[in-house]
């Protein structure tokens, strides 16, 4: 039994949202109590007591879309011609980055965003990986790393014609072993999904490949769609359509398919998003980054839409994410009253039923019979806080670096910003190693 108590406990839980001076009882990986901390203490024989001493207890975050694989490009120097368009930073940073992985580069790479996630109190990922030289096992190895950091997590792998058919079939039955094998496994810290790099991409006949693959699976696909401007155009003068039309008609779309950033897409698409009740995840900083526009998320809200949010790569921290969502439609619209309540809606709501989709039990809530991921903030309010105006307490006033407490499925994972029984420090050292290597082969 552990007992997380002397804090601000704030729940999600509309039944319940804030009880001051709370505590949370966790007995093995899921919450059986919350309340008061005196009466918890009382009526508890404390294997552990964690005293929160005034800070934040609050479910850890969730990430719904992160590349691993990108981790070694932190600081790469790129002689590739300077972009011009998007599809130009395709092909002159990841698309020649990830072909120079190995597996001991994807384990690494992934070990490193995977620490910072935790720092950061993010608990649960759903990570898309590429590194078409080394497909077989990838998946694995990535799963392995999350074994031994403890993060929940949800992968696929990047399925694409741009290495040609050998690779494609690689990736497809990379994709499909490691499905099986998660359903097979049924551990809710450890999930599968179908991967597809982007409509661009994928041709008629690698999708059908992938369609007849995944049929059997339940797991739904993790794609791309409409990023950046060409991928519009490459399905309109293939297909004669737009990206979410390629995809709704051709069965891609379904209620466990994450479509990610969906930025050049119409009306019409966003009625057929809708009708699958597909996922669409929203990634500001990265769109930001790369220049590729900005999705029309305030008006797939509107429609009724499951909008996540994502890092995409681009950070560890999904405080950044939420930041940069608030004010990236503000500063489009020129309208400072809009994306108040969208983006904290996808971080603290939606984020949690896009995970729920995948996994058998609650997550992402603090309530009797959800999973143990919570994490302790360190935030001394200058102003008072309530159930109204926590979201606005959090995006103006703390970053991912506030926690210092990081428990998942029962576990404490960093506690008084140490982590337990991870070696950070010789893993950094290793990264760097591995780094110089795959930066000479880039």
Same mark, same amino acid.
């Given at each position: 039994?552990?007992?997380?108590?002397?804090?601000?406990?704030?729940? &999600?839980?509309?039944?319940?949202?804030?009880?001051?001076?709370?505590?949370?009882?966790?007995?093995?990986?899921?919450?059986?109590?919350?309340?008061?901390?005196?009466?918890?203490?009382?009526?508890?024989?404390?294997?552990?007591? %964690?005293?929160?001493?005034?800070? @934040?207890?609050?479910?850890?975050?969730?990430?719904?879309?992160?590349?691993?694989?990108?981790?070694?490009?932190?600081?790469?120097?790129?002689?590739?011609?300077?972009?011009?368009?998007?599809?130009?930073?395709?092909?002159?940073?990841?698309?020649?980055?990830?072909?120079?992985?190995?597996?001991?580069?994807?384990?690494?790479?992934?070990? %490193?965003?995977?620490?910072?996630?935790?720092?950061?109190?993010? #608990?649960?990922?759903?990570?898309?990986?590429?590194?078409?030289?080394?497909?077989?096992?990838?998946?694995?190895?990535?799963?392995?790393?999350?074994?031994?950091?403890?993060?929940?997590?949800?992968?696929?792998?990047?399925?694409?014609?741009?290495?040609?058919?050998?690779?494609?079939?690689?990736?497809?039955?990379?994709?499909?072993?490691?499905?099986?094998?998660?359903?097979?496994?049924?551990?809710?810290?450890?999930?599968?999904?179908?991967? !597809?790099?982007?409509?661009?991409?994928?041709?008629?006949?690698?999708?059908?490949?992938?369609?007849?693959?995944?049929?059997?699976?339940?797991?739904?696909?993790?794609?791309?769609?409409?990023?950046?401007?060409?991928?519009?155009?490459?399905?309109?003068? !293939?297909?004669?359509?737009?990206?979410?039309?390629?995809?709704?008609?051709?069965?891609?779309?379904?209620?466990?398919?994450?479509?990610? $950033?969906?930025?050049?897409?119409?009306?019409?698409?966003?009625?057929?998003?809708?009708?699958?009740?597909?996922?669409?995840?929203?990634?500001?900083?990265?769109?930001?980054?790369?220049?590729?526009?900005?999705?029309?998320? @305030?008006?797939?809200?509107?429609?009724?839409?499951?909008?996540?949010? +994502?890092?995409?790569?681009?950070?560890?921290?999904?405080?950044?994410?939420?930041?940069?969502?608030?004010?990236?439609?503000? $500063?489009?619209?020129?309208?400072?009253?809009?994306?108040?309540?969208? %983006?904290?809606?996808?971080? /603290?709501?939606?984020?949690?039923?896009?995970?729920?989709?995948?996994?058998?039990?609650?997550?992402?809530?603090?309530?009797?019979?959800?999973?143990?991921?919570? %994490?302790?903030?360190?935030?001394?309010?200058? #102003?008072?806080?309530?159930?109204?105006?926590?979201?606005?307490?959090?995006?103006? +006033?703390?970053?991912?670096? /506030?926690?210092?407490?990081?428990?998942?499925?029962?576990?404490?994972?960093?506690?008084?910003?140490? !982590?337990?029984?991870?070696?950070?420090?010789?893993?950094?050292?290793?990264? &760097?190693?591995?780094?110089?290597?795959?930066?000479?082969?880039?």
């Amino acid at each position: 039994m552990l007992l997380i108590g002397n804090g601000l406990v704030i729940t &999600r839980d509309n039944a319940r949202p804030i009880i001051e001076n709370g505590c949370v009882v966790i007995d093995g990986k899921k919450i059986v109590e919350i309340g008061l901390t005196k009466a918890l203490k009382e009526k508890y024989s404390v294997k552990r007591f %964690i005293d929160a001493k005034g800070k @934040l207890i609050m479910p850890g975050f969730i990430n719904t879309h992160m590349h691993y694989y990108s981790t070694f490009a932190r600081g790469m120097a790129n002689d590739s011609p300077p972009a011009k368009k998007f599809s130009d930073i395709l092909k002159g940073l990841w698309w020649r980055l990830d072909k120079v992985l190995t597996l001991e580069d994807v384990y690494y790479s992934s070990l %490193i965003p995977m620490i910072e996630q935790i720092k950061c109190g993010v #608990t649960t990922v759903f990570d898309h990986h590429s590194s078409p030289n080394f497909v077989t096992g990838s998946l694995f190895k990535i799963a392995e790393a999350a074994k031994r950091i403890g993060i929940r997590s949800n992968l696929c792998y990047e399925t694409s014609d741009r290495d040609g058919e050998t690779i494609v079939d690689q990736a497809i039955a990379e994709n499909v072993d490691f499905i099986k094998y998660c359903n097979n496994l049924n551990d809710d810290m450890l999930k599968g999904m179908f991967g !597809l790099h982007a409509s661009m991409t994928i041709s008629n006949k690698t999708l059908v490949k992938c369609l007849a693959a995944s049929n059997s699976l339940n797991s739904g696909f993790h794609v791309h769609c409409a990023e950046g401007i060409e991928d519009l155009e490459d399905a309109k003068k !293939l297909y004669g359509k737009g990206v979410i039309e390629r995809w709704h008609d051709t069965g891609v779309l379904s209620d466990k398919t994450i479509a990610v $950033h969906c930025i050049h897409i119409n009306d019409v698409e966003m009625d057929m998003l809708k009708e699958k009740n597909t996922i669409v995840v929203h990634n500001p900083e990265s769109n930001m980054g790369n220049a590729v526009g900005v999705a029309s998320v @305030l008006k797939m809200h509107e429609k009724g839409i499951l909008l996540g949010l +994502g890092t995409d790569g681009y950070t560890a921290d999904m405080m950044e994410s939420y930041k940069v969502g608030n004010l990236i439609h503000k $500063h489009v619209f020129g309208d400072s009253t809009v994306a108040w309540g969208e %983006i904290p809606e996808m971080l /603290f709501d939606n984020n949690r039923v896009i995970a729920e989709r995948f996994i058998g039990n609650e997550i992402g809530i603090l309530k009797p019979g959800a999973l143990a991921d919570l %994490i302790i903030v360190d935030y001394d309010s200058p #102003t008072p806080i309530n159930e109204s105006n926590i979201n606005s307490h959090l995006l103006f +006033g703390i970053n991912g670096r /506030f926690v210092d407490t990081t428990i998942i499925n029962g576990k404490v994972i960093m506690e008084d910003r140490k !982590l337990v029984n991870i070696d950070e420090e010789s893993i950094l050292a290793k990264s &760097r190693e591995l780094a110089k290597k795959v930066w000479q082969r880039f």
